[in-house]
């Protein structure tokens, strides 16, 4: 459901994005064309194929980015969770995406037009430097878990996962909340939603964590991040 005219404070979400680094000011030009958008349960956002029309920064819940093989059979590539962007890249090359986007069930966005975004950025050119940057932070928390997570036990992988996740969300300071539902880890992992369970639990009973419906009290980042990084095999 699209609502232009939301109760939320689109400006608000905007600013502390990478679209708010040049100023308030500049961000007003952008900020006119945003519509509030919000999904009861998982919608097709943009198909394969066709040239992404929106660019959406996820407010509540997430945006699934799907490939569909020949035979029909899809796979999760990736979520966007609340403070990113979904997506970069095809703002600003011209194939459209190779994959599906899907809303999650109860989510909520703010979209702008992705010719705004362009003109925005050509009238700005400021801000390539910092989207690139925000592109590549992106791809060096998917390369960590990549990397990382298969050299773990299963417990230190979601705690990996968790750090991760944490950061991306651009999780400030030494505590903090990550809005995340345990079903979405669970996806992310490659595991059942019990085995998220069992591994979360086991954080949350080291000290680590703090589970709440929907989110994720992490208590202590820095303890966090050395048990993940921990050597099994060396213990």
Not at 5 to 22: E, Q
Not at 114 to 139: D, H, S, T
Not at 160 to 186: C, E, P
Not at 204 to 214: A, C, F, T, V
Request: glycine fraction near 8%; charged fraction near 25%.
């Amino acid at each position: 459901m699209v609502n232009p005219r939301s109760d939320i404070n689109i400006k608000a979400f905007l600013l502390p994005t990478v679209l708010g680094r040049l100023g308030p000011e500049l961000l007003d030009e952008l900020a006119v064309h945003a519509r509030v958008e919000r999904f009861e349960v998982a919608t097709l956002l943009n198909a394969a194929g066709k040239p992404l029309q929106w660019l959406r920064l996820v407010v509540e819940g997430h945006i699934e980015i799907v490939a569909r093989r020949a035979s029909g059979k899809e796979i999760s590539v990736s979520e966007v969770g609340p403070g990113a962007w979904a997506t970069w890249l095809p703002c600003f090359i011209a194939a459209p995406p190779e994959h599906d986007f899907y809303s999650g069930s109860s989510s909520c966005f703010i979209a702008l037009p992705v010719a705004e975004v362009q003109r925005f950025c050509e009238q700005n050119p400021k801000m390539y430097p910092l989207i690139i940057g925000e592109i590549g932070q992106r791809l060096r928390l998917l390369m960590e878990w990549t990397g990382q997570s298969v050299l773990t036990g299963p417990e230190q992988r979601m705690a990996k996962l968790v750090h991760i996740l944490a950061r991306d969300q651009k999780m400030k300071g030494n505590s903090g909340t990550l809005m995340v539902k345990q079903d979405r880890l669970a996806g992310l992992a490659r595991c059942s939603r019990q085995t998220a369970n069992a591994l979360l639990s086991q954080l949350e009973k080291g000290g680590l964590i703090r589970l709440s419906y929907g989110k994720i009290e992490i208590l202590d980042m820095a303890r966090l991040f050395v048990f993940a990084d921990e050597d099994v095999e060396a213990n």
